[in-house]
């Protein structure tokens, strides 16, 4: 049975095992992909948003957020709160199931990966040079950069002349690829904190082979910078008119 909080849960799940796989792809020792770089992890996940909105709509979920930085932005553009507590629910879940089928799924070249620090990254961000402050404000420039266009791409001034039906999905991909490639260098471009907590949460419950720690004191910048870019971006929608 389809509903809105199945779209949710199966679309972040869908965005999170394709998304997380593909860093695993890249990251671990004799996987076909190996050493393949920075492309292919950006392109990876502009597919796997793509894919996983496709997923959240056929399942119930015509919001198809996947991401409570744009649940939140979408909220503070409309000013209803309804849907934020259940949406981020179901996000967080369907990150947590996407995260342990990248586990089964890369089962055997965990052990094969010495490096302690990628194994982690295949499942959440972590900073190029740590520092609070600057980390945080990417998190906050990309989720802003994020919610907005996409507030952009499916607002009435754009749908009236333009994109063609169905053709939303393809654009937030794309979108979300852009994003990765001028933004995404800095800290991993979480700009969704389902993406990020939930797969680290599984990272540190799991009996993955060789891991290491879970990086928790870094864990609060990618859920509170994307929550700010979003709010941030959701409030300008509203100033704006654009809806």
């Avoid at 496709?54 to 409570?68: E, M, Y």
């Avoid at 945080?136 to 039906?165: D, H, Q, R």
Wanted: hydrophobic share 55%; aromatic share 10%; net charge positive.
């Amino acid at each position: 049975m389809t509903s809105p909080l199945a779209g949710e849960f199966f679309g972040t799940m869908i965005l999170i095992l394709l998304g997380d796989g593909v860093v695993a792809a890249v990251l671990l020792k004799r996987s076909k992909a190996e050493g393949s770089g920075w492309m292919v992890i950006t392109a990876g996940w502009a597919f796997a948003v793509m894919a996983g909105v496709f997923t959240a709509i056929a399942c119930g979920s015509n919001d198809a957020h996947l991401n409570p930085a744009v649940t939140i932005g979408f909220a503070m553009r409309d000013g209803s709160f309804a849907k934020l507590a259940s949406y981020i629910a179901a996000q967080v879940l369907g990150a947590i199931v996407g995260a342990a089928l990248v586990w089964l799924h890369y089962f055997p070249h965990w052990k094969e990966t010495p490096d302690a620090a990628a194994k982690l990254a295949c499942f959440c961000t972590a900073p190029a040079i740590r520092n609070t402050v600057a980390n945080l404000l990417s998190e906050v420039i990309g989720t802003f950069v994020l919610v907005f266009v996409v507030g952009a791409i499916f607002s009435k001034s754009v749908s009236a002349s333009g994109p063609a039906a169905g053709l939303g999905p393809y654009l937030v991909g794309s979108l979300v690829w852009g994003i990765g490639l001028s933004l995404g260098a800095t800290t991993g471009y979480a700009i969704n904190p389902a993406r990020d907590l939930g797969p680290r949460i599984v990272h540190a419950i799991l009996p993955i082979a060789g891991k290491g720690g879970s990086d928790w004191g870094y864990a609060p910048i990618p859920v509170v910078g994307p929550l700010v870019g979003g709010v941030l971006a959701g409030v300008l929608l509203r100033l704006l008119a654009i809806s």
